[in-house]
């Protein structure tokens, strides 16, 4: 017998097999509760569909797509300039469920329901959780619906087609597609979240189209159909839609420079253009672009949030898995007492993350037939935002940890989900933008600082630890003098108060009085896994994750 026959080299051991082939809905208790407390429930099948995808085909293709980065093919091989981005078939293959799911228009097409941009939200946490690059063009898609109606002639022949359930990447007329995908062009250089101090000009043809001149420093995923992008016309900042292949057949004069170069969103493309004299179609009014613009905003700053939290999840999930299935010391991970911990304070912020962000997607749902819910909208996206995208990168490096050294290798996802964990704290307006927004709403519409406040007060006498602080809370907007300096903190205050109202209404109560003690409360530490002895750690990790 010889030596490699006596002794075994490679016999893989006290390894979990990857995570495949289970439904990203079903097993996510805290998802499914709060789209039910939110009015979504009527979506529960249409979401589990798509969650069975999201957890198999889709979960491969999302590595697949990430592994393989769009590329910039800026002339055909004669020469002509075409300035086509070309994608692996799985971003294609990811793109088309996006829409068939509904990312881009589920809730409009049931418009009728109330609930549905709660069913709709959470079509984008469960797809996300697949691939968060398909968010980008399925965010602006879905987000441009508002903006576009400002033109009722660009809205009737544009929006039946961007809520379409059929994906089309194809570079032809808009005329010639089923379903159609719209992207934002708004960033320049010298402007950056200052977008009035953008130089590029669009003046008025004789036709009434204008020619769009300039550039921009960030034009997201250039191979959608349209853009809606910010121009300074005869009358002040405009919105203007430019399509992407005119009615004939030809290019616009769009040029691609290049391709961002990113941290992370491998699978989805950000480029750098030039407008030659573009043709573009005014939306709204001259001089409204950023009123226009706004509508569109609100949504995607929702959509943010919707990213970040399922990213979190994602991570949660990955961690769960491995420490369920890895020993160490003669013990699974997860039956390890300091490990435990840790889970148990990440299911926490998850159930946390979910719960605000659902319960803003019903407010903006409710916004146009409820006052206070508009007002609660326009302030909490902003709070929401703001909190939510910053608690993801260290959340998601903690889930990393729990891998230990394989959480820092590709294949394990976690390296994609932590280069990801960033960009949605920047984009939409970064954590600075969303407190001087909170401010803005509260100082021009008082009726936003009610609705906060009556939600909060909703909750009060729940929890002794809540109850101090939403007195504090109320206090800490009275020194008008230090208010943006110190703001920061009190959006964050303001965040976790919202995100304890809704557990200590809704949740297992053993849940919210954790979450109070421990965020609120100051009885935990600077890092995740410092909750206290009494935590109801075993409840939180059978509610993380339903076995697979």
Known sequence: MSITEQFMTHDVQNQPTPLRDYNV????????????????????????????????????????????????????????????????????????????????????RNANRAGAHVARAAVMYIGSQADAGTG????????????LRHSPELAEKWIPKLISPDYDPRPIPMEEKAGCTIGMGMTEKQGGSDVRANTTRAIRQE?????????????????????????????GLSCFL????????????????????????????????????ARGELVGEEGRGIVTILEMVALTRLDCMIGSSSQMRQALVQAMHHTRHRKAFGKLLVDQPLMRNVLADLALEVEAAIALTLRVARAIDSAPRDDHEAALARIATA??????????????NEAQECLGGIGYVEETMMPRLYRQAP????????????????????????????????????????DAH????????????????????????????????????????????????????????GEHGLAFGTLGPDAPVELLLQRAMTAA
């Not at 980008?136 to 508002?146: D, K």
């Not at 920047?426 to 100082?443: F, M, P």
């Not at 519409?445 to 729940?462: H, Q």
Request: with cysteine; proline share 4%.
């Open 383 to 396: 709070i929401g935002k703001y909190w939510i995208c910053k608690r993801t990168p260290p959340m998601v």
């Open 466 to 521: 809540y109850d101090a602080e939403l007195g504090r809370l109320a206090q800490s907007f009275e020194d008008v003098a230090t208010l943006e300096f110190r703001s920061r903190q009190v959006v964050e205050r303001a965040a976790l108060m919202l995100q304890a109202s809704i557990l200590l209404k809704s949740a297992d109560p053993a849940i919210a009085a954790e979450f109070c003690r421990s965020r609120i409360g």
């Open 242 to 277: 430019i399509p992407r292949i005119l009615p004939d057949g030809s290019r616009n004069a769009v040029e691609v420079q290049r391709l961002k170069d990113k941290l992370g969103d491998w699978s989805n493309a950000s480029s750098e253009v030039e407008f030659q004299g």
């Open 136 to 147: 980008c063009p399925m965010s602006m898609t879905y987000a441009a619906i508002p903006a």
């Open 25 to 108: 809905w079903e097993v996510d208790t805290p998802l499914r509760e709060a789209v039910e407390r939110e009015g979504g429930g009527w979506a529960a099948d249409h979401l589990s569909e798509y969650g069975a995808r999201a957890g198999s085909d889709l979960l491969d293709a999302g590595y697949a797509a990430n592994e393989n980065k769009p590329k910039l093919r800026s002339f055909d091989r004669y020469g002509r300039r075409i300035d086509e981005v070309e994608f692996h078939p799985a971003y294609h293959d990811l793109m088309r469920a996006s829409m068939q799911f509904g990312m881009n228009g589920f809730a409009w």
């Open 423 to 462: 960009l949605n704290s920047i984009w939409e307006g970064s954590g600075n933008v969303q407190c001087l927004d909170v401010l803005r709403a509260l100082k021009k519409e008082p009726e936003t600082r009610e609705a906060l406040f009556a939600e909060l007060l909703s909750a009060k006498g729940k």
């Open 207 to 235: 036709d009434g189209s204008y020619a769009i001149v300039g550039h921009k420093w960030f034009f997201s995923a250039p191979m959608c159909d349209a853009h809606l992008v910010l121009a300074q016309a005869e009358g």
